[in-house]
C-alpha cells in the first residue's frame, strides 16, 4: 500500500491575505522577526495500490482536477511506502 503526501500552496504571485494575517498576529505577539508567512494544505491520501506509476497517474488527475487552483495554485507530492499501525 502506498500514500501520497500533497502540498498545495498559492503560486507567489498570489496574494496571501490569510498569511499576512497571521504574519500580523505574530508580530503583536512580539516574533517581529518573522518576515512573512503563507498559508498552504498538506494532504495525504492512503492507497491500496503498490503501483507507483498508478497512484502516481491517479494523484496527478486528483490535483489538477480538485485540489489545485491551477490559476493561483501550485502543487508537489511524494509517493511513500504505507507505514501500517501496529497494534498489541
Known sequence: MLKAKIYVK???????????????????????????????????MNFTSDDREKVSQEVEYICNSLLANPNTEVYQYEIVPLEQNLEN
Not at 498576529?25 to 494544505?41: A, P, W
Open 10 to 44: 498559492l503560486k507567489a504571485s498570489v496574494l496571501d491575505p490569510q498569511g499576512k494575517a497571521v504574519t500580523n498576529s505574530l508580530h503583536n505577539l512580539g516574533f517581529t522577526d518573522v518576515l512573512e508567512t503563507r498559508i498552504s494544505k498538506y494532504i495525504e
